[in-house]
C-alpha cells in the first residue's frame, strides 16, 4: 500500500529576504506519517514538506522537500503520475493561497516584481497578491482511486461553520473524508477535531494528535482495503 502524505506549509518570495508564510508546523502530518509506520501493514510512505516543518521520525518514510507551491505542485504530480499509484493521500499541507505578482508605492502604483531585496525606506508599500493553484482539486483527477483526505482549518468559527466548510470542501474536490478543526482548539498539548466522510457522517473525534493519526490511520487502512477491486479471473 502507498501512502502520500503532504505536510507543514509552504513558502512564497516576496524577495531575496522576505516571504509569505502560515503558522502550520507540520506536527500533525509528521504524527500520521509515523502512525502509518507502526503499522504491520506493507506500507510505502511518501511524506511531502517544506523545510521547516516537523518530520516523521520512521527512517521508513521518504521525505520530498519543497518551499512554495509550485514546487509542490510538481512534486505531487511527479508522485501520482509517474511513480507507483497512490492507494491513500492525506493532504495536511496548509497551502498558501496567494503568491507576489508585483510590488509598488502607494504613490506610483506601478506594479513589477522585484529584482532584488525590497528597499525599507519605501512609504506605504503596496504588494499585489495573485491566486496559487489550488492543489486539493487536482488531486481526484491525478489519483481516481485514491482515499484522500483532505484537512479544513479554520480560526474562531463556531462549529456550524465548521461542518458547513468541511462539507464544502468534501464536494467540491470529491474527497473521502475531512478533518475539521478550528484554529482556537489547537494548542501544544491539545488538537480538537472530527473527521467526516462523504456522506457527511462523523467517523470519529480526538482530542490530540496522537489520537487523530491513529484515527485516520485506521480508518484509511480499512477503507482503502474494503474499496480495492478484486483482481480478475
Not at 38 to 59: F, L
Not at 163 to 169: P, S
Amino acid at each position: 500500500m502507498k501512502i502520500v502524505i503532504t505536510s507543514g506549509h509552504t513558502i512564497e518570495k516576496i524577495d531575496n529576504i522576505r516571504h509569505i508564510a502560515n503558522v502550520s508546523t507540520g506536527r500533525l502530518g509528521a504524527a500520521v506519517a509515523d502512525a502509518f509506520a507502526s503499522t504491520s501493514e506493507d506500507i510505502e510512505i511518501c511524506y511531502i514538506c517544506n523545510r521547516e516543518a516537523a518530520k516523521p521520525i520512521s527512517e521508513k518514510i521518504k521525505v520530498i522537500h519543497v518551499q512554495n507551491v509550485d514546487d509542490l505542485d510538481r512534486a505531487v504530480y511527479d508522485v501520482l503520475k509517474n511513480q507507483k499509484k497512490a492507494d491513500v493521500i492525506i493532504h495536511a499541507m496548509a497551502v498558501s493561497d496567494y503568491k507576489l505578482a508585483g510590488i509598488s508605492s502607494l504613490k506610483e502604483l506601478d506594479f513589477k516584481m522585484p529584482e532584488s531585496k525590497i528597499s525599507s525606506n519605501i512609504e506605504n508599500l503596496v504588494l499585489l497578491l495573485k491566486p496559487t493553484p489550488k492543489i486539493i482539486g487536482k488531486l481526484r483527477c491525478l489519483a481516481p482511486d485514491a482515499l484522500i483526505i483532505g484537512f479544513k482549518l479554520l480560526d474562531n468559527a463556531d462549529d456550524e461553520e465548521l461542518k458547513y466548510r468541511a462539507k464544502e470542501l468534501l464536494i467540491n474536490n470529491n474527497l473521502d473524508f475531512v478533518f475539521a478543526n478550528d484554529l482556537k482548539d489547537v494548542t501544544e498539548n491539545q488538537h480538537i477535531g472530527y473527521l467526516l466522510d462523504k456522506n457527511q457522517n462523523m467517523r470519529f473525534v480526538a482530542n490530540s494528535k496522537e489520537e487523530i493519526a491513529r484515527g485516520i490511520v485506521e480508518i484509511a487502512i480499512s477503507d482503502a482495503v474494503k474499496s480495492r477491486k478484486e483482481p480478475l479471473e
